[in-house]
């Protein structure tokens, strides 16, 4: 079993540029329905649909993008917990026989996770784990992914860097370590190249910009690994307070 039926609010020509750029389009393992060739059925006859086709195609995982445009009906009201949970009922229906993912956007003002989605929180309450995609500062084709779950899941971060470079996205790592990689490379730039001309770590942190424990952690590292030095007195640091400049010398690091 592997395929993935996906269901889309977008028309055909729309989802496929998207599938295309993502390098899926054609894939024989994606089944695409739109809500338009779904027509004027409601959510639990779609459901109904949904699940013969899981059987007979051996999907493992459904898509519901987006879950107002499918699971409600117009004039609903999203934020009614009567509706939202009637809906949720149906979704569980497929749930039980493979994987579902439901995808939702966010409230203007954004907030939590439990509760940044639009509509009723029956949503978010009815499913193992919620994931949020949001931009985040720095370069522009950045991303963090935060993930909150019923379950440990000790092999997924809670909160995950990604980049989009060309049409793929790239994972950089959790928010801690995307941190401590851009601290090392902003530190190494302005490390000076002299003993004589060597900077306090309080001098390197308004150069560099970065946060006062990740570059102390950082330039310990540093030292520790032979890449920097430091010795007190060094450059224009006090008799008292250590400076740091490039390259090892083991007679002076400290």
């Given amino acids: 079993m592997s395929g993935v039926a996906y269901l889309t609010e977008q028309s055909l020509p729309v989802f496929a540029a998207d599938a295309g ?7 024989s393992d ?16 779609i459901v109904d649909g949904v699940l013969r086709y899981v059987t007979a195609h051996e999907i493992v995982l459904v898509v519901v993008d987006t879950a107002d445009v499918w699971m409600l009906k117009p004039g609903d009201d999203a934020n009614d917990s009567v509706v939202a949970e009637a809906a ?103 490390l000076p190249a002299t003993r004589d001309t060597a900077f306090t770590a309080e001098q390197l942190r308004e150069a560099a910009g970065t946060a006062k424990t990740l570059t102390d952690d950082t330039l310990r590292a540093l030292v520790d690994e032979g890449t920097a030095s430091r010795d007190k007195g060094a450059g224009s640091a006090s008799s008292r307070a250590y400076g740091y400049w490039r390259g090892a010398d083991d007679d002076l690091r400290a």
Wanted: glycine share 10%; net charge neutral.
């Fill in 30 to 45: 994606l089944h695409v329905l739109t809500r338009q060739d779904a027509g004027r059925l409601e959510w639990p006859e």
């Fill in 88 to 190: 949720v009922r149906e979704l569980r229906r497929i749930a039980e026989h493979c994987a579902v993912l439901i995808l939702r956007h966010e409230r203007k003002g954004g907030g939590d996770i439990a509760d940044s989605a639009r509509g009723s929180s029956a949503f978010s309450g009815a499913v193992d784990a919620l994931m949020v995609l949001r931009r985040t500062g720095g370069a522009d084709n950045r991303r963090e992914l935060e993930t909150v779950a019923r379950a440990v899941l000790p092999h997924v971060p809670a909160r995950l860097v990604i980049d989009l470079e060309g049409d793929r996205y790239v994972v950089r790592g959790s928010a801690l370590d995307v941190a401590r990689q851009e601290t090392r490379a902003a530190l190494l730039e302005y």
């Fill in 21 to 27: 750029a993502a390098g899926i389009l054609g894939h």
